[in-house]
């Protein structure tokens, strides 16, 4: 009983307002019963109307009896959900099976996590929106209605626009053969095959490049029905390592306004693997260090370090 | 029946160095009463403190073959040898090499052709040279250290260094060097002949098989001299 009094409910009002509503219920039933009757048989058409009208007037005189009891037994019942801090679904802890149905005690969790994932996606949400690294097009944290509704010019240029800049970066590059070709659509992908060292997928966005996969000369690019295998890595783990390396340069090439520069500086970069095996670590001197070479290739210098021996 | 296509799965570079065996063993400083087996426990002993993988084992045989007297032209010139070998990496094949000359690879029923042959090849008597042992891998390198024998003597040591990422011989040589270096210390090698006369050409399973015939025809040439050890 404490539980029902400090929630506010009367369960004598209640169970008295529920008995109102069935009689305010067949109190109605009934008016529309006999209007649907209609006059009966009377000997004369005054008789008739008489008791209908006494008859229709006698339901209504009940039905507005009804309705005033049940706004007195309302009064009475209280707003229980007004004073608990979660209104109406604040009514679950009453449940008596608690161990049952764990609902109420599963609700505030889910109440507290989502309140905290808000207030932390909010933060998220500021921080990235301070960083200049934006590949995409989608602008983060604008909503969707100030976001633009054309993507940028970089990202629709013609394909012939793509294949030109393409051609030219592999006529710079006598030691570099790059095949272009389009399998899903509008979007390009090469091979790139640098000397007789290594092959490059790469996976372009208009002029942005997606992905890039980094493979033994001798190694299979090919998945077995004839396609460009964009999702497997190579066997050997000194080409695991220089995808690895290829996938920062990705991150910091950037000149989201000249895309054909920095596709140039990718391949300008990319080029230096030509002496993969053939170049001593720049600071320690020595060609390998923990089985592999020197992986790693300056962004500025293109000097070759091995991935411990960079600054 | 005959292919010169490689059947091999990959083409890694294959760089067989080196050690003429009874030439290492007998250099090695092992003298004071070490026998092939020690050494080749030292070395492999090397390998796993690297942090090199055990990963099976490999054999390489090879029978020698002359070209038959009948089958000589009158002018006194004497039959070129051919040597027809098996490499467990390729089980597939069979190789069959000139010395300076070409190799050819077929399927490893070259055997049954070879003895319808008999009228123009004759294997040479108690020729058969093999070399046993066990893979290791470290890194994308795979070394295989195997016992030289013929007949029943242990004649020397072969150690085959595999750079599977490199397929051109001379682009890595630097680098297998160093990483020989690392196991065989002062017993490194020069670079193979096999390397000198090639620029860029890819490297394939019949340079591996060249070097071993060198590798062999050097020890069965030292098969007069004990190896240090044996007694
Ligand atoms: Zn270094």
């Avoid at chain 1, 920095?262 to 053939?278: A, C, G, N, P």
């Avoid at chain 2, 002018?75 to 098996?86: A, D, E, R, S």
């Avoid at chain 2, 070879?114 to 004759?122: N, S």
């Avoid at chain 2, 002949?193 to 890819?202: A, E, M, Q, Y």
Wanted: proline residues 5%; charged residues 20%; aromatic residues 8%.
């Amino acid at each position: 009983m404490a539980d029902v009094l400090s929630v506010g409910v009367n369960l004598e009002a209640f169970s008295q307002a529920i008995n109102a509503i069935q009689a305010l219920r067949s109190s109605v039933s009934r008016v529309f019963d006999c209007l649907k009757d209609g006059m009966r048989n009377k000997e004369t058409l005054e008789g008739r109307e008489k008791a209908f009208i006494a008859q229709f007037q006698d339901n209504l005189h009940s039905v507005n009896r009804d309705l005033n009891e049940l706004e007195r037994l309302s009064n009475l019942v209280g707003k229980p959900s007004e004073n608990h801090p979660l209104h109406n679904s604040g009514l679950l802890s009453l449940d008596p099976v608690q161990d049952k149905t764990p609902l109420y005690s599963q609700l505030l969790q889910a109440y507290k996590w989502s309140n905290k994932l808000q207030y932390h996606a909010g933060l998220a949400s500021g921080l990235l929106n301070q960083q200049s690294l934006k590949r995409s097009a989608n602008q983060m944290g604008v909503s969707a209605k100030r976001r633009p509704k054309a993507q940028p010019t970089t990202l629709v240029l013609p394909p012939q626009y793509v294949d030109d800049v393409i051609s030219r970066i592999d006529r710079m590059f006598p030691e570099m053969s790059i095949h272009l070709s389009r399998p899903n659509g509008t979007s390009a992908m090469l091979l790139v095959t640098l000397g007789k060292v290594l092959k490059v997928i790469v996976v372009m966005r208009s002029l942005f490049i997606d992905r890039t996969i980094v493979k033994g000369f001798s190694e299979n690019v090919y998945t077995e029905d004839g396609k460009l295998d964009i999702w497997s890595k190579s066997n050997y783990q000194v080409f695991q390592k220089v995808t690895d390396h290829a996938t920062t340069a990705l991150l910091h090439y950037q000149l989201p306004q000249m895309p054909d520069v920095v596709v140039r500086s990718f391949m300008t970069w990319l080029r230096s693997y030509i002496k993969l095996f053939q170049a001593p670590c720049q600071r320690c001197g020595k060609f390998l260090q923990d089985g592999l070479p020197p992986t790693w290739r300056d962004f500025r210098t293109l000097e070759a370090f091995h991935d411990t021996c960079r600054q | 029946m005959l292919r010169t296509h490689c059947p091999a799965s990959r083409l890694g570079i294959n760089l067989l160095h080196l050690t003429p065996a009874s030439l290492s063993v007998s250099q090695m400083p092992v003298a004071e009463g070490k026998s092939v087996q020690q050494t080749v426990e030292l070395l492999t002993r090397k390998l796993e403190m690297l942090g090199a993988e055990k990963q099976g084992t490999f054999c390489v045989d090879c029978e020698t073959y002359h070209t038959a007297a009948s089958t000589l032209g009158s002018q006194g010139q004497t039959g070129k040898l051919m040597y027809v070998m098996h490499n467990s990496e390729y089980p597939l094949s069979c190789f069959a090499l000139f010395e300076n000359g070409p190799c050819l690879i077929a399927d490893t029923n070259f055997d049954v052709l070879m003895v319808k042959l008999k009228g123009f090849f004759q294997s040479a008597k108690a020729s058969k040279i093999e070399t046993r042992g066990t893979r290791y891998q470290y890194c994308d390198f795979l070394v295989k250290v195997g016992t030289v024998t013929m007949g029943p003597s242990a004649r020397g040591i072969s150690v085959e260094v595999e750079y599977g990422p490199c397929v051109v011989a001379s682009d890595c040589w630097n680098l297998l060097l160093e990483f020989l270096q690392s196991f065989l210390g002062s017993h490194t090698p020069g670079a193979p002949t096999v390397f000198g006369n090639r620029h860029d050409t890819v490297y394939g399973p019949a340079d591996t098989m060249v070097q071993y015939m060198e590798l062999f025809n050097k020890i069965r040439k030292q098969q007069q001299v004990p190896v240090a050890g044996i007694r």
